[in-house]
C-alpha cells in the first residue's frame, strides 16, 4: 500500500544549544508546513521567531500526547503537513515523539526527517571513547535500586555507553555506575554541547563522583561511559576460595554470582551454581 497522498509528518531536528547548528533544510520545512507539533511551545517560539518562521503550534508532550495524537492523525489524514519538533535535538529521542511516528507508520501516514544536531553524537565524536560501537540509554531511573537495576544489565556490554542526566542527579548516578560497573571505568561528562560554555571533564567514574559531589553540575549534561573490557579467562576452580570469602560477609549466592560475574568474566549463571554446590550448610 502507498503512502497517505498529501498527509506527512516531518521529524525536523532543532539545535541542542546553538542557533547557528539549525539546518537550511529544517528552516524550510518548518516555514511550509501547515502547523508545527512541538513539546514547549513556548521554547519553540523564541526559535521560530529567531529565524522569522510565522507558522502556528500545537503543544504535544508527554502530559498530553494521548488525546492531541488523534488530533494530529486527523489533520494528517486530512492531507496537511506537520511538523513535530522538540525542544532540543531530533524528536523521537528520549520524547514522546516515537508514539506518533508508530501511529503515523501504523496507518500509512509518510514520516520524513530532516536530521541535524543530537547530543548524544556531538558528545560522542568529541567524547575521546570508543566509537565503533555505542549504546544509548537515555536518562536512567531516578531512583537507587532502579538505577543499579539497569547498569546491571549493561555491565558486561563491550560497547560504549551513553546517558542523558540532569544535573541535580549526575553524582548519584556516578556512584551508582562506579558501583555496578567498577570505579576504574573511563568515563566523560559532557556538559552544555554547543553553547558558551562547553566542557568535557574526563577521568574514572570513581574521580568523577567525587568532583561533581563536590562542585556540583549545571546545564544539559550527556554522560559517556567505557564498554566493558573482554573477559578474562579464569579457571571455574580459582573462583571458590573468593565465594566462599564473600560468603563469610554475608552475601547470598545471586549477589556473589553478580560481583564475581563482573570482575572474572565467567557466567552468572555458572556462577550461580557453584555457589550453590559452595554455600556452607545452615546458610
Not at 492531541?68 to 532540543?88: C, F, K, M, P
Not at 552475601?251 to 568474566?265: M, S
Amino acid at each position: 500500500m502507498n503512502p497517505a497522498a498529501e498527509g506527512r509528518l516531518y521529524l525536523v531536528a532543532t539545535p541542542i544549544g546553538n542557533l547557528e547548528d539549525m539546518t537550511f533544510r529544517a528552516v524550510r520545512v518548518l516555514g511550509e508546513v501547515d502547523v508545527i507539533a512541538a513539546e514547549d511551545t513556548r521554547h519553540t517560539g523564541k526559535l521560530l521567531q529567531y529565524f522569522g518562521i510565522t507558522t502556528p503550534q500545537i503543544s504535544y508532550h508527554q502530559h498530553n500526547q494521548r488525546q492531541r495524537q488523534g488530533e494530529l492523525l486527523t489533520r494528517l489524514h486530512r492531507g496537511e503537513q506537520i511538523a513535530l519538533v522538540s525542544d532540543a535535538g531530533i524528536p523521537g529521542i528520549s520524547d514522546p515523539g516515537t508514539a506518533l511516528v508508530q501511529a503515523c507508520i501504523a496507518v500509512n501516514i509518510a514520516v520524513t526527517p530532516i536530521p541535524g544536531a543530537n547530543a548524544a553524537l556531538t558528545a560522542l565524536c568529541a567524547g575521546g571513547l570508543a566509537t565503533d560501537a555505542f549504546l544509548f540509554l537515555g536518562f536512567l531511573p531516578p531512583k537507587s535500586p532502579a538505577r543499579q537495576r539497569v547498569l546491571s544489565g549493561v555491565a558486561t556490554t563491550p560497547a560504549t555507553l551513553i546517558f542523558y542526566e540532569a544535573p541535580h542527579r549526575l553524582a548519584a548516578s556516578l556512584g551508582d555506575m562506579g558501583q555496578v560497573l567498577g570505579q576504574e571505568r573511563r568515563c566523560v561528562v559532557a556538559r552544555e554541547l554547543t553553547k558558551l560554555h562547553e566542557e568535557f571533564w574526563r577521568g574514572t567514574l570513581g574521580t568523577a563522583q567525587a568532583h561533581f559531589h563536590a562542585q556540583p553540575p549545571k546545564g544539559e549534561i550527556t554522560l559517556l561511559v567505557n564498554g566493558a573490557p573482554p573477559p578474562s579467562v579464569v579457571a571455574v576452580e580459582s573462583v571458590i576460595p573468593e565465594i566462599q570469602r564473600l560468603f563469610a560477609t554475608g552475601l547470598g549466592c545471586r549477589e556473589i554470582a553478580r560481583q564475581l560475574a563482573l570482575t572474572t568474566g565467567l557466567p552468572r549463571r555458572t556462577l550461580y551454581q557453584l555457589a550453590l554446590a559452595t554455600q556452607p550448610q545452615g546458610s
